[in-house]
Structures are given as C-alpha cells and as structure tokens.
C-alpha cells in the first residue's frame, strides 16, 4: 500500500508541484549565466534607448552579486562597458546611480573584478564623480555612491589602497565633502 502511494505520488503529485525539481541547482547556474550574457547583449546594443541599456548594467550587477563568484566571474566581461556609461555626460543622476550600484555589485568580495576596476582606471573616474568640481554637478546621492564603490574596491585590495593613499586630491575632495554635513559621513568615510 505504502509503495502504491508513493509511486502515484512520484508519478502524478510531484511532477505537478515541483515541475523542474531535478537538476534545479544547474538550472539556476545556467539561467543566471543566460541573464547576464543577455543583459550584456544589451549594453552593447548601442541601438536601444539608454534608460534600457542602464537597466542592464544594473542588473548585470544584480546578477553578479546574487549569483555568486562564478556568475560575478561571467560578468566581468562586460566591466569595461559598464564603467564607460559613468563619463557620458547625458546620464541623469538616477541613470549614474544605477550603473554604480551595478558596478558594486559585480566588483563586490570579488577580487579579481576590484583588481579588474583597478587596472581599468575605475578609480579615477570615481575620484572624478566626487570631487565638488566636478563639471557634471552630480547630486549628494552619486557622490555617495560613488564613495561606497571606492570603499568596494579598497576592500582587501592593498594596491588599491597604495593608489589612493598616494592621492592628494583624493584626500581633499574626502575633506570638502565631509564638510557637507552628510549624516555619518565623518564616522564611516
């Protein structure tokens, strides 16, 4: 009796409830690989709209960060044009939001990608969205993420950190924009 139940419960409950159960965790792998190679088709698709390849950059970034080291590994390949959005001069402040957040989240506790951002010269062009001089006059919440993605790549990352304790003007664009008054600016900067 016991085994006509579990053979009708195998044969007709489970597929019903659990229709891909088997090999789901492949499955996941593989639709995460699937996702970051289309977003990536559609950031080099210069042909769509910005707001839509921005989208893709973010979510490259979300992919990388919730699929793990492997899927933040297949996402480095499209890094350098996720970092080229940040000089275009024609994004909104919430479109350079977007890409920062999604460059965090591909560059984060991965150190081949903080390493990759270091040679790309991310730094610099991060340095460059903070300081108050900045001629794309970036509103409070860019500055600020911009800073976090700077804290991504310092961590664990001592060339990293030689770079920027070398910087002068990384030190003073720190100094003015603690003078802005941001809560909890001095405490975790």
Excluded at 16 to 39: M, Q, R, T, V
Excluded at 57 to 83: D, K, Q, R, S, W
Excluded at 164 to 184: H, I, K, M, N, P
Aim: net charge negative; hydrophobic share 35%.
């Amino acid at each position: 009796m016991i085994q006509q139940i579990a053979l009708f419960y195998s044969n007709h409950i489970k597929n019903y409830l659990f229709p891909n159960d088997e090999g789901s965790d492949e499955g996941n792998k593989n639709l995460h690989y699937k996702k970051i190679s289309l977003a990536g088709q559609d950031i080099q698709n210069t042909e769509l709209p910005l707001e839509k390849r921005v989208l893709a950059v973010h979510n490259i970034g979300l992919l990388g960060y919730t699929g793990g080291y492997a899927a933040a590994t297949c996402a480095a390949e499209y890094m350098p044009a996720m970092a080229d959005f940040l000089k275009q001069p024609s994004l909104s402040d919430d479109q350079r939001i977007s890409v920062l957040e999604g460059l965090s989240g591909v560059c984060y506790v991965h150190l081949t990608n903080q390493k990759q951002a270091h040679s790309m010269g991310l730094y610099t062009t991060l340095q460059e969205l903070m300081d108050p001089t900045c001629p794309l006059s970036l509103c409070t919440k860019v500055k600020m993420w911009s800073c976090y993605l700077l804290n991504i790549l310092f961590c664990n990352n001592i060339p990293v950190i030689r770079t920027l304790v070398e910087s002068q003007s990384l030190r003073l664009t720190l100094e003015a924009l603690e003078g802005q008054d941001w809560y909890g600016w001095p405490k975790n900067y």
